[in-house]
Nanobody, 115 residues
Framework: QVQLVESGGGLVQAGGSLRLSCAASGAIFSITVMGWYRQAPGKQRELVAK???????TYIDSVKDRFTISRDDAKKTVTLQMNNLKPEDTAVYYCNRAAGPPWTWGQGTRVTVSS
């Protein structure tokens, strides 16, 4: 069974940075497209960024040039470096695979950006 553990969230002022990490256990990680999702209060969960096993990367427009996704297949981790954070980035962030049905969701990590 796959277990996802996210960490690195916190409270930061607008313009600040955070680095989120996700560790996946029990997964055939290296062949999986991985993604970072977020769910803001009262909104549906959305895919923010994804990275393929070949390194192809996609971001939603609102985070382009601010967020950077990366992966380490040997450690089965995926990270999200978030710079120039904005209040609208406030959400609980989750990692999961971005192709095929999602694995069981982890607890997520909360990011709060104050203005």
């Amino acid at each position: 069974q796959v277990q996802l553990v996210e960490s690195g969230g916190g409270l930061v002022q607008a313009g600040g940075s955070l680095r989120l990490s996700c560790a996946a256990s029990g997964a055939i990680f290296s062949i999986t497209v991985m993604g970072w999702y977020r769910q803001a209060p009262g909104k549906q969960r959305e895919l923010v960024a994804k990275i393929g096993n070949g390194g192809s990367i996609t971001y939603i427009d609102s985070v382009k040039d601010r967020f950077t996704i990366s992966r380490d297949d040997a450690k089965k981790t995926v990270t999200l470096q978030m710079n120039n954070l904005k209040p609208e980035d406030t959400a609980v962030y989750y990692c999961n695979r971005a192709a095929g049905p999602p694995w069981t969701w982890g607890q997520g990590t909360r990011v709060t950006v104050s203005s």
